[in-house]
């Protein structure tokens, strides 16, 4: 098969990566792809919201199947377009049309789905500028922390916890005020939940669905979760709460009646649904719906797939999920992410790289590439904020239900990754040193 996977980070990296491994892979395409995709495929110049553009590319390369990787070009309706253009009926197209991408494009669509079908998540409510004194009189109902979430795409900065009521209602009036442009023209107010978070991420042909390796984010920029938000400074895969139990719980009360509900309201589903979860005392509650798989997870995800992903994205395509099982491999993969002096912030791009960071990949370690390009005389440089991701895997298995053991493979991958991220160098280069060091806290009790 010729495959074209859109996007341009360290997930689409990882997931073309994985798909390169597949004996059915023939020829492996990526848009706009990055330095990383380069060593496995051919990159394609263009955006992957640019829908005449990826159209020409299908054509062009004789592409037989579409692996959308960001939430954008989703959301602003590529999968319609793909599904109503008779030229490209015959591929194979792996994210939902925009209905369904509505899961994630719009946070009042989604509490009110998950309303409307019983599936746990936070007490919320939805305001515009014409019903701002219900939204202070909510707000007043409500305990700090106050959960403010711009209803529209914001670039993931759309969520603000607000320690004070005084400061949410200035907050929520910034919202409503243009704070992140038309995204915000709804609020969404909702109650704070305490407990540990986990990524979960299932593949779905909208009836059936195979659920993929688990794994926690590390969303802050400094060590212990403290300081800004960022798009994801490591994350480790298994999270060692994610026991059958708690798996037995996400299938019941999340995944089938979100899949229910999505038949129910004549929504066809066929791509990666993230779950962003709240672990509340052992009981599963939805943070929010993603329609693609999570940066920094998809680079410890992918490693941990022992199966034929490529095989899995094709039965999902065809709607044929229900013949499919996935291969979970007992190793553990931890990954940390570089990034640019000053991210979140302002950070200097087009600094250069060492070229090493194209060849460190091999054994248990794999380095993605997140934000580099080449600069016009041909080095390797960054160019964005978060620059490699580094996986490495436990060379040993897991030892079920021995908790030291588990604990171990964190360090071991913790030894071998951050032997790496030390090897790669470029100016203003900062990683967290903590990762995984929680999860052995918890393992270890
Ligand atoms: P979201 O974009 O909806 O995932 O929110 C970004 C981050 O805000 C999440 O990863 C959580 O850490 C936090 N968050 C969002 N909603 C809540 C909530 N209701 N209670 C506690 N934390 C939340
Ligand atoms: N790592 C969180 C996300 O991809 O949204």
């Avoid at 920029?221 to 996400?250: C, H, R, W, Y």
Wanted: contains cysteine.
């Amino acid at each position: 098969m010729n495959v074209l996977v859109l996007g341009g980070g360290g997930r689409e990296h990882a997931i073309a990566w994985k798909i390169s491994r597949s004996r059915d892979c023939e020829n492996l395409y990526a848009m706009p792809g990055n330095p990383g995709t380069a060593l496995l495929g051919q990159n394609i110049k263009g955006s992957p919201s640019d829908f005449q553009a990826v159209k020409s590319a299908v054509l062009e390369h004789g592409i037989d199947m579409v692996v959308v990787g960001p939430e954008d070009p989703l959301v602003k309706g590529l999968g319609d377009f793909f599904a109503q253009d008779k030229d490209l009926e015959k591929v194979l197209f792996i994210g939902p049309c925009s209905k369904g991408a509505a899961l994630e494009g719009s946070k009042d669509f989604a509490k009110n789905f998950m309303q409307r079908h019983s599936i746990p998540t936070a007490a919320f409510r939805s305001f515009t500028s014409e019903t701002l004194k219900e939204a202070d009189d909510f707000l007043s109902t409500l305990k700090a922390p106050y959960v403010l979430k711009a209803d529209g795409l914001a670039a993931g900065k759309g969520v603000l916890i607000c320690q004070s009521l005084e400061q949410a209602r200035v907050e929520l009036r910034n919202m409503l005020g243009g704070k992140f442009g038309a995204a915000g023209n709804t609020v969404v107010i909702e109650e704070f939940l305490s407990g540990i978070e986990v990524s979960m991420f299932i593949l779905t042909d909208g009836k059936d669905y195979l659920i993929l390796p688990e794994a926690k984010d590390y969303k802050r920029i400094g060590e212990g979760d403290t300081g800004l938000n960022t798009g994801g400074m490591g994350a480790v895969s298994p999270v060692p709460f994610v026991t059958d139990e708690f798996t037995q719980k996400v299938r019941e009360r999340i995944i089938e009646p979100t899949l229910a509900g999505l038949a129910e309201e004549g929504i066809p589903y066929k791509g990666f649904i993230f779950l962003g979860l709240m672990n509340c005392g052992g009981d599963p509650y939805v943070i929010e719906y993603n329609v693609r798989m999570g940066d920094p997870e998809t680079e410890a995800v992918m490693t941990r797939i022992d199966s034929d992903l490529l095989h899995h994205l094709k039965m999902c395509a065809l709607g044929r999920l229900s013949e499919d099982r996935i291969e979970i491999s007992p190793k553990s993969a931890l990954t940390v992410v570089c990034v640019s002096g000053g991210y979140p912030e302002s950070y200097r791009k087009g600094l250069e790289v060492s070229s090493n960071a194209l060849s460190l990949s091999g054994g248990n370690v794999n380095v993605f590439h997140s934000g580099t390009s080449y600069s016009p005389d041909g080095k390797l440089v960054t160019s964005g904020g978060r620059v490699l991701a580094i996986t490495a895997n436990s060379s040993i298995s897991d030892c079920p239900g021995c908790s030291s053991a588990a604990a171990g493979l964190i360090e071991e991958g913790r030894r071998a990754c951050y032997a790496q991220v030390e090897k790669i160098d470029f100016e203003g280069k900062y990683f967290r040193r903590d990762i995984g060091l929680d999860i052995i806290r918890y393992i270890k009790g």
